[in-house]
């Protein structure tokens, strides 16, 4: 994936969390999300969306259609 700011390549990796990690607008996030937080990995912690980073730009973007298995990560 190409940075949509500088167009550079971006690294691909994945957002990882001890708990599980949500985008949410709420400020009390919990382990079961509610309908309007989005989910950024599976219940059990293996399966992560996709994320692209832009080292020039400091830029992270979350493809919630693709998903990286932590056994793919360094
Ligand atoms: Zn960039």
């Known amino acids: 994936m190409n940075c949509p700011y500088c167009n550079k390549e971006m690294k691909k990796g994945a957002i ?4 599980p990690p949500l ?3 709420r400020n009390k996030a919990t382990i079961f ?3 309007d937080e989005i989910s950024l990995c599976n219940f059990v912690g293996t399966e992560f ?3 692209y980073y832009c080292d020039v730009c400091n830029k992270i973007i979350v493809d919630l259609n693709e ?3 932590y056994l793919d990560l360094d």
């Open 67 to 69: 998903t990286v298995s």
């Open 23 to 25: 985008w949410t607008t």
């Open 49 to 51: 969306s996709a994320a």
């Open 33 to 35: 999300k509610r309908k």
């Open 16 to 19: 990882s969390a001890k708990s």
